[in-house]
């Protein structure tokens, strides 16, 4: 991961660009540079993936524009010979550095043709103005607010923005911004027709498209690790890594000293795609002295956001302070697409595409904002393979009836596209679902709400979440965790919308904890 920052005010400080950058310089770690451009100051700590030499370094400049990313390319070297046969130039390796001889030719209609995670801030020198852009999904992190004199400002962490801007906001995913207007070039949860392709067919394209993109994921200059959860998602994206690798992978799991579920399973796939396997234990003070770090580190009070932020935080704690890796691929995506445990209760198809479309419009402020914080934190960078644009385009167009679970198993359209390749035992590749908190283990979410009793009476979490008028508390544990919020964040809940929750709108999914464990098809997910 890599932070960029976009003062739009000329007489903006250089150093008060580095004090915001410093505060979020786990981001990229290796060098930090701003530049001062004629209208304000473009900022840029470095994580290097790509082109790893110096000359790599942001901003790039080119004919007085000048442009900060943190974002990976996807097949950016035919567009680089592209540009090279039109005359282009170039001093790195780095596939950022092509974005300013795109947008010198094509301008912001180059947005919608990147194959890309990113999130960027470009001036434009002969129009003397800011450009801002973010991926489709959203992918990478991307904030904006207005300062006291109205200037806005970009940044790639909330917390640089804290003390700057009275509100803080997440830029949208899928748009860019130019001259005051924010545009949107792509809605990757619009779907207005759905594919013909029959199941077959329609499986075949999952497999395809899924595995182009994990091939894309796996260039990196530096090296690259997996997080294997034992979970469907996690275990096929590692199934496939290895299938493409001439080496063992090296894979991380995480569990609780006492009921870690998910071990067994992780460990099996690891012996069957004969990784390099390694196994993080964790206890109950583990868990309680992360919370205010990992909740100042995401920016959120979301339950079950932070619940499963804890096990990669410290996953990924332990692979920044024992390994040389830079890159970490994830199973993030795979069921707002495919669906949960309580999509199991959509009434229909209409409702379950209505549900997917809600969850993938929103899933920056959820699962993806969890994996880029709890990663990045630890000077690592993400990359998530079930949120390849490509993929998520073709899943988001197939018929949603055919996506419903009316094949006795979740996710079943995924599990029949990878039978026949035995990438990963059939037994990980039926297996039911378990929430990733719950499958670190149960303990972990009873061990918070046993503590949030310790700190609240009774008496004072009525008193106390009263205070908070916008996603009001309803448990110790939500309470806890708005709290510790506010302390980092003091006025800025509505940098998430809501709590992430089954929809209580449908028969059977009317709980009071966003959990699968509470609801009544969990079955044997948890085991």
Same mark, same amino acid.
């Given at each position: 991961?890599? &932070? ?8 903006? *400080? ?70 090279? *046969?039109?005359? @282009? ?30 999130? =960027? ?21 991307? @904030? ?32 860019? @911004? ?14 207005? *027709? @759905? ?19 994990? &091939? ?41 000293? &006492?009921?870690?579920?998910?071990? +067994? ?38 339950i079950t956001t932070i619940r499963a932020s804890i096990g990669m935080y410290l996953v990924c704690k332990w692979i920044h302070e024992n390994t040389d890796l830079r890159v970490i691929l &994830? ?70 009836? +055919? ?16 039978? +026949? ?11 039911? +679902? ?8 149960? *303990? ?74 509470? =609801? ?8």
């Amino acid at each position: 991961m890599c &932070t960029v920052l976009g003062y739009c005010r000329s007489d903006i *400080s250089e150093e008060t660009c580095l004090s915001m950058l410093e505060t979020a310089a786990s981001r990229g770690p290796d060098m930090t540079r701003t530049l001062r451009v004629e209208d304000g100051v473009l900022g840029f700590d470095r994580l290097s993936i790509m082109g790893l030499t110096e000359a790599g370094m942001q901003p790039f400049t080119r004919s007085g524009n000048a442009c900060v990313c943190n974002g990976e390319l996807y097949g950016f070297r035919p567009l680089k010979d592209y540009l090279v *046969s039109l005359g @282009y130039s170039f001093e790195s390796d780095s596939d950022c550095e092509i974005l300013l001889p795109l947008y010198e030719r094509l301008g912001c209609s180059m947005f919608a043709l990147l194959d890309a995670e990113f999130a =960027l801030v470009l001036y434009d020198a002969s129009a003397r103005s800011f450009i801002a852009a973010r991926d489709p999904v959203g992918i990478r992190p991307l @904030y904006y607010g207005y300062d006291e004199s109205g200037a806005i400002v970009f940044a790639s962490e909330p917390k640089m923005l804290v003390g700057t801007c009275s509100r803080i906001r997440p830029f949208p995913p899928g748009h860019y @911004y130019k001259d005051g207007e924010f545009i949107c070039y792509r809605d990757p949860s619009r779907a207005d *027709s @759905y594919s013909d392709d029959d199941l077959e067919e329609t499986c075949r394209q999952i497999h395809d498209r899924l595995m182009r993109g994990i &091939t894309k994921r796996l260039d990196a200059d530096a090296p690259v690790g997996f997080l294997l959860s034992g979970g469907l998602d996690s275990s096929l994206v590692c199934g496939a890594a290895a299938k493409m690798s001439d080496k063992p992978l090296e894979t991380f799991a995480i569990g609780m000293d &006492t009921d870690a579920i998910d071990l +067994k399973y992780a460990r099996e796939v690891a012996d069957y795609i004969h990784s390099n396997h390694h196994e993080v234990i964790i206890t109950r003070d583990d868990v309680i002295e992360s919370l205010d770090p990992v909740i100042h580190a995401l920016g959120t009070y979301d339950i079950t956001t932070i619940r499963a932020s804890i096990g990669m935080y410290l996953v990924c704690k332990w692979i920044h302070e024992n390994t040389d890796l830079r890159v970490i691929l &994830t199973g993030e995506i795979s069921d707002e697409l495919f669906g949960y445990k309580y999509t199991d209760f959509a009434p229909s198809p209409e409702e379950f595409q209505k549900e997917a479309q809600k969850r993938i419009h929103e899933i920056h402020m959820y699962d993806v904002l969890r994996a880029d914080r709890s990663i990045s934190v630890h000077s690592l960078e993400a990359r998530v393979p079930f949120g390849d644009l490509d993929f998520v385009d073709y899943v988001m167009h197939i018929d949603p009836a +055919k996506k419903m679970n009316t094949y006795g198993i979740g996710k079943y359209l995924l599990r029949h596209a990878f039978e +026949k390749d035995e990438l990963i035992p059939r037994s990980i590749l039926m297996r039911e +679902k378990a929430a990733f908190s719950d499958a670190v283990g149960h *303990s972990l979410r009873d061990d918070i709400q046993e503590y949030a009793e310790e700190v609240y009476s009774d008496a004072e979490f009525e008193e106390r979440r009263r205070l908070y008028k916008h996603a009001q508390p309803f448990t110790k544990e939500s309470l806890l965790y708005r709290d510790i919020f506010e302390k980092h964040y003091p006025g800025q809940s509505e940098l998430i919308v809501d709590f992430w929750m089954p929809n209580k709108k449908w028969d059977g999914c009317d709980v009071n904890d966003p959990s699968a464990r509470v =609801l009544s098809n969990y079955g044997q997910s948890g085991s």
